[in-house]
């Protein structure tokens, strides 16, 4: 067949192309976040967090994305090389959502104030003080 026939089959462009697998410093990275976003889901959900505010390079713009989203995502991620695109919420009240920073910085005031409060510590309450 002939590349200038109407019929002859071209290259589809539009047909995404696999993405190499992850390196296994890729996969334990992801794994590690999918391991984060859970405490994070934890310690924040409660407070009426919900979900992650990302910079996206693509668009230059903030996309919220709820736990579960970016979970799926993580997941997709582990499994596909890549994730795919999704729908935003619709109009996100930008207070309801906490950068990754954001959460891992109170992950760690969260474990650090439980730490100081632990049975046998020598420090109990707000009163401790480091020696």
Excluded at 6 to 21: L, N, R, Y
Excluded at 102 to 109: C, L, P, Q, R, V
Excluded at 114 to 122: D, F, K, L, Q, Y
Excluded at 124 to 129: F, L, V
């Amino acid at each position: 067949m002939s590349p200038f026939d109407d019929d002859a089959p071209g290259p589809d462009f539009d047909a995404p192309s696999d993405p190499p697998p992850l390196s296994m410093e890729e996969r334990a990275g992801v794994l590690d976040d999918l391991a984060e976003l859970e405490v994070f889901r934890t310690l924040l959900e409660p407070t009426g967090i919900k979900g992650i505010v990302v910079d996206c390079p693509d668009c230059d713009e903030e996309h919220h994305v709820d736990w579960a989203l970016m979970q799926a995502n993580l997941r997709q991620l582990l499994e596909e090389g890549q994730t795919g695109r999704h729908e935003p919420p619709f109009d996100p009240d930008p207070d309801d959502y906490v950068s990754w920073d954001y959460a891992s910085g109170y992950a760690d005031g969260v474990a650090a104030v439980a730490e100081r409060e632990e049975p046998g510590s020598g420090r109990s309450g707000r009163h401790a003080r480091e020696d």
